[in-house]
């Protein structure tokens, strides 16, 4: 009788063979979005050595970093090669009061700093709509948040970083020290390397609330006309779109913009402990949900439910109830049944936003394919991240539950509606862009390959992403 091979049969036989001590073991894992799902080789390092061992000795023809999977598609996914956990580098490493820069490992994650720095008068200066989310993810996909318009991206506030590198140097990068690199790594999706740690520097706040404006729109021409219009009044700004919505009422949404709250704008009651972080109950979705339980009707309903509890408003809320709605529920992706769902998020110039933007709107809606979640923001400019996703003008998300070929050919329509408008799409989110509209979308593509090649000369750091979008050679 021939013998099983168990999982972790290839790790162990080369362990046999060269003392190596890190194991791997076969896993279907996937991003957030569910889609697509792959068997890779999961290594989970304790410690520094082993993951340089790792680094130099798995046989895994390549490696990529992951964090806490939030990414959606397959960023973090290496299908039949390795994966590296980075969750055992969770240390916070050190805090200056004075200038609010915190050392930390690349694993701590936003929700650990924010619950204990918040209390001590300070937040994390980018958040994206999740908090579950790690350092090093933050680096590697430069996240914005709902301020990009006013602070940009995380890349600003990032004074340094150490990464491991394929060689199983250490390079330690900054704006000084391995400008390139540093660039390279900002947004570069953990192709350059593995993060270590990183020193970032948290934004002063003087309480834990903030003080939030709804404002109904009643189409997508008024949205932008009122981001425009109070963009400067705002530190914060997003519009939830019913995608839904037609004709007349196309970009029907609700503005949601808020600052910081100052302790004197408190109600009394919360004044004597204005910093106290509250994050409230927290629901589970206790199942994957049937394919068919989002559908056109479900959606409409759900929009027609969100703009009736949004009236126009001004209240002070807590931080977490205004920055992570969707973080309350845990499993939320649940709802969008096993087929999973793609996160599609695309940047847009000013000049040609309102035009394309109506254009994919129409689009959609033509194709009876809602959004369960629709989120319209305004991006400032640029970082110098080489494949940092923000341009200057408008960014649009969309929840579009996958479906198969039908949803990926609808896709590379507006995939080409936005490469023409000269915009492109967010690399966190993506799960299904070709390889020919990446390169047209990102212009710095080739100085990144330089880069990567004067530091990974072998591709030991690829992803199924970046083969997908031609960033490292097919295997
Ligand atoms: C509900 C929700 C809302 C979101 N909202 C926003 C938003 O508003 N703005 C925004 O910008 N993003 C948003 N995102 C996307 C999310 O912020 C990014 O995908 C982020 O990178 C996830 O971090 P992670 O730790 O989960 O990384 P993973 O998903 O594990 O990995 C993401 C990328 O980072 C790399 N990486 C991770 N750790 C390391 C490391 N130690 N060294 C090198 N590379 C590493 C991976 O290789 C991969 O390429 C949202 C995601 C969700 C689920």
Redesign the pocket.
């Known amino acids: 009788m021939s013998k099983s091979v168990p999982k972790f049969s290839r790790a162990i036989l080369v362990d046999a063979a060269n003392q190596y001590s890190q194991r791997a073991s076969t896993q279907s894992i996937a ?3 569910k889609y697509p799902v792959e068997s890779c080789e999961v290594y989970r390092p304790e410690a520094l050595a082993d993951l340089q061992e790792i680094v130099s000795r798995a046989p895994e023809r390549d490696l ?9 598609g397959d ?2 996914l290496n299908r039949d090669s390795g994966v ?1 956990l ?1 969750q055992q ?1 969770d240390r916070m490493l050190g805090f200056d009061p004075d200038t609010g820069v915190l050392h930390c490992q ?2 701590v ?1 936003l929700a650990e700093i924010i619950e204990l720095f918040v209390p001590r008068g300070f937040f994390f200066p ?5 908090k ?15 301020n990009h318009h006013a602070n940009g ?2 890349g600003e506030f990032i004074i340094d970083f150490r ?2 590198t394929a060689s199983g140097a250490i390079l330690e990068c900054s704006r000084e020290q391995n400008t390139d690199v540093f660039w390279a ?1 900002i947004g ?9 740690d990183a020193r970032v520097r948290l934004q002063r706040v003087e309480t834990a609330y903030m003080n939030v404006q709804n404002e109904r729109a009643a189409n997508l021409d008024i949205a932008l006309e009122r981001f425009f219009e109070t963009d400067d009044e705002f530190a914060y700004a997003v519009a939830w779109i019913d995608c839904l919505a037609k004709g007349r009422s196309l970009g029907r949404s609700v503005l949601m913009r808020a600052n910081h709250a100052r302790v004197d704008e408190l109600p009394p009651a919360l004044r004597a402990t204005p910093c106290k972080f509250e994050e409230g109950f927290k629901p589970t979705v206790p199942f994957t949900f049937p394919n068919f339980a989002l559908n056109p009707f479900s959606m409409k309903l759900f929009n027609r439910f969100f703009n009736a509890i949004h009236p126009n408003s001004e209240s002070v809320v807590g931080c977490d109830n205004y920055f992570y709605v ?2 309350r529920v845990q499993h ?2 649940r709802i969008y049944g096993r087929r999973g769902v793609v ?1 599609y ?1 695309i940047a847009l110039p000013p000049e040609s936003s309102r035009a394309a933007l109506i254009q994919i709107l129409e689009k959609l809606t033509e194709a009876n394919r809602g959004s369960f979640l629709a ?1 319209l ?1 305004t991006f400032g400019p640029a970082s110098q991240g080489l494949l940092s ?2 341009m200057k003008g408008f960014t649009l ?1 969309l929840d579009l539950p996958f479906t198969g070929q039908d949803l990926i050919a609808e896709l590379q329509e507006i995939d080409a509606i936005v490469a023409e408008a000269g915009g492109r799409i ?4 993506d799960a299904c862009m070709s390889s020919e509209v990446f390169a047209q979308m990102y212009p710095n593509l080739n100085r990144f390959r330089e880069i990567k090649a004067s530091i990974d000369p072998e591709q030991r ?1 690829a ?1 199924s ?1 970046a083969r997908r979008l031609g960033i490292v050679e097919p295997r």
């Not at 980018?126 to 999740?130: D, H, I, N, W």
């Open positions: 991003g957030w979005g990529i970093a992951r964090g806490l999977g939030r990414s959606y960023a973090a590296v980075s580098f690349s694993a994650s980018v958040t994206p709509g999740t579950f989310i790690s350092v090093g993810g933050a680096i590697a996909s430069d996240v914005h948040g709902k991206s995380m990464l491991l790594t570069g999706m953990g192709l350059t390397g593995i993060l270590l969707l973080d939320w992706n996160q998020q989120v923001k996703f923000p998300a967010y690399l966190a989110k750091f992803s992403q």
